[in-house]
Every structure is written in C-alpha cells, then in structure tokens.
DNA sequence: GTGGTCTAGACCACG
DNA sequence: GTGGTCTAGACCACC
C-alpha cells in the first residue's frame, strides 16, 4: 500500500496524503503521466472519507502536480518530480531548522543540543524500516 | 520583556507563551517565590488577548508551577525550577526526534539527512557556514 | 480534419465538436444529405472516447440536425444549414454578452472595458495592434 | 449586502463567491487589514451552507489574499488590492477574449462580429446598475 | 465567538 | 467508472 496515515497525529488526514504523495512522487513511485489511485479507492484503502482524499488532491492540483483527465482520473503532472524533489528538500530542512531553533532557545547548551541530535539520529537510522536487517 | 510570541506561527500563541515561561524557569530566569506578571500586563506587553496569558497561566497552574497568592498574584512554585529542566530535555528531545522520523520517511539518504543536520546545526549555534566570519 | 480538440478547456469535448459542428453546418462547409464521420473514425481522428463522439452525435440527432440512414451512418438534415446559422448568430451574441456583463461587474470603467473590447477585437482579426505590421 | 449569489448558474457558488470578493478588494470596498464577514455569517447572508463558503475563503487564504487571525477571523492581506486589481483586468480580458476568439472562428464576419459587439455593450452600459439614470 | 477538520451522503457532468 | 459540487452536521482548537 501507499501510504500510512495515523488518525491520532496532531497533523490532518489530508496533509499526512499530501506529504505522502509529494514524498513518493519526489521518490520516483509515482511517475509523471500516470493516475494516482481514485478518490473513492484511496479513501477506502485509508479508511478515511472521500472529501479528505479529494481535498489533498486538490490541493495538490492547486500545485500543479496533479492534473484532471476529465472522466477518467487525477494525472501526475511532467513538472511533478522536480518540484517535489526539491520541496522535500526544502520541508525537511525547515523542519529540522524549527527544533534545532527551539532546542537552542531552551537554554540547554550547544553541547547538550548535539549530544541530543546525536542520539536521535542515531535511534532513527538504527530503527530498520520494514524488516531490514539493523 | 521575557517573551518573543508570533502571531502567525502555526503553534498556538498560549503554548509560546506557557513554554517560553517553562525554558525561563528552568534557565533560572524566573526563580521560586517570585510573582509572575499579572495576566493584564503581559497581555499588554505581548499584545494578544488577555485571555490567552490567562489559559497559559492555568494550564502552568495545573502542572503545579505556579500557585495563586491571594489577592497577590501568581507564584513560582519551589518545584518548578527542577520540574522544567526535567521537562526542557523532553520537550526539546521530541521536538527533535519527530524531524528526524520524518526526515527518515521523506525517501532521502541518511547521509543526506545527516548533512542537512549538520548544517543546521552549524546555522543554529551561530558557527559561519562555508568560511563566514563568526 | 474538421475540428481540433482542447482537452484542457474547461469545456467539455462532447461540446467542442457539437458546436465545431454546428459552426461547420452554418458556413456550409458540411452540406445536408452528406455524411458525416463515423464515431469511430472521428474519436480516433480527435484522440477522444468513442463515447464522448457518440454524445455529440446524439445531441446533434435531438436536436434535428443529424438523422441516422440505416445501415450507412449519420447524415445532415437539410434544416441544418438554417438552423445552425440562426443559432450561431444566437450562441454568438450570448456569450459576448455574458463576458460583457462580467466585465460591467468587476468595478472597472464602461470606458476601461471598451478599451479592451477594442484591443482584443483586433487581436482577434489580426489587425496589427499598436504600429506592428499586419 | 456585499454579494449576489445565482444558485442556477453553471459557475460553481464558491467561484462566485471568490471572484466577487477578488473584484471588492480591486475596487477597494474590501479594505486590507480588515475581517472579512465570518464564514456563517456569509453563509447566512447568501443563503449557502458554510463549508462553501469556507472553501471559497481557504482558496483566497491559498492565493495569499487572506490570512487568518486566530480565534478573531479572516484578514484581508496588504498585498490583496494590487493583486486583486491586476487580476480583474486579466480576468475580464481573458473571458472576453475569448468570447471573441470563439465569435471570430464561427465563421461570422468579421463586420458582423463587430456590430453584435458594439449592440451588446451598448445593451451592457445602457442597464443601469441600482437606479442611475439611464 | 472564530476558523479548521472530518464524516456522510446526495447529485451532476464527463468519458 | 471518474472527479466536482453542495449540503448537513459533528467536533476541535483557539481567542
């Protein structure tokens, strides 16, 4: 399957989908000119409303990464993969930057900082997705 | 005063304040015994509602770091200060962890991941990236 | 052929080729008792569904302009030509009008919409706009 | 009342709602910094449900001419009345270039589109709007 | 009070 | 079958 959504994250149904997909298309899983799953497929796969898949499809056309065949699907759109390679860049980036931002302003040492990023990475790294050998 | 709040950030403007008051105490800035700002007056400094220092001064009162002083004020709770040095190392801990599990799942290399760290973290601490001057 | 296709448009194809149509019926260019294309021969020429031809036939077909001759395909009424010269002049008008009503709404001058009017009509026949050379 | 809703128009309500909100920022009838009437409130006024309402308002918020103040309503941005202006000019434009573009390929006259033109805007200016004299 | 999210279900146009 | 629009109503966070 695609993707995963957790109903309990603090973050809505429709952008874990929409970072999901931008994920996978910056991947290369999903290739220029093809569908993506139907709203109606992707919802029951999700087990989640239609609206909400439509809605991060919309927006992801609003992105110009998707496009409407009319009567027949939601297309990737040519620019899709360049553009969303470099937003993934851009969103892990910014998202690292905010909690080293936030950690340098807790008043904890620069030293406790690192030593703190240095385990996490590590944990993250070791942490084997899908059964891969740690 | 103590606190920078930004109004169009995506987190709520109570939880800047309610951490930023945490960070303060544990850095000592705020020490046990002593009276916060009145809930009008902070409001006033940080332009936002009053409304919104009140519910971030409850939610401190719940977690026992400040107590009422009646007809005085709100208090600092001798336990506060080593309660928010406890609680600073988790907050910024997993702050952290969570942008790296997402960085993790974006479909880039660990080695990218780690160099994007570590140049954040170079940006962050104020060290010059690339032969800056400090 | 006849017609080109815009997938794009936000009109939908089966009316591109229901109006080509008629237009094509009004300047004589399809003549009554004539066939036209088979639905089949026409999608592959337009690159669209067969279905989406055969909804444009059938409208044309309720409309009176089309009739079926067993056995051999669709021909042109000879009410067509009339028929479709008097709608053209009809679908013409109506469709300036609404466009010069939006405009009349947007708040710019009578005077500001005339010059565009007056711009784009000679835009549109090819008059050279500003000095340049036909 | 600020706008005119036509249920049985073929435009989608919520695209009504947007351009003429786009067309009051153009003229200035919507001021920067100010709220914009709140999405039930709207919605009441224009006898919609509020989700169309909202979605019209989240598309705007996308186009950057609305922000949210949290817990307060939606701000015009400072950038809304430039945008909102040039934007009307191009989208009158447009809409009437192409009304012109269809009229010219209709197989009309180039003389003949020009005096159903020139009827049609005399029609438009000649309705005055709300009791001016004619 | 405000906007934001999500669900459920209906209807329509298009291919 | 597809997506698009609209409605109705619920719940939430925030101010």
Redesign the interface.
Known sequence: MLFSIQANNDRPIYLQILQQMK??M??GVLQPDSLVPSVRDLARQLVVNPNTVARAYR?LQ?DGLL?T???TGLQITPEAPDRCRQE??R???D??????????????A?S???Q??QQ??Q???G?P?RGEAP
Chains 1, 2, 3, 4 share one sequence.
């Open positions: 994920f996978a910056a991947a927006e609003g496009q065949v009319r009567g993934r860049g969103i892990v980036r998202r690292l930057r905010a909690a080293l931002e936030e950690a340098r302003h807790s008043g904890l620069p406790e900082v690192e703190i990023v996490e990475l944990k993250v790294n942490k997705a």
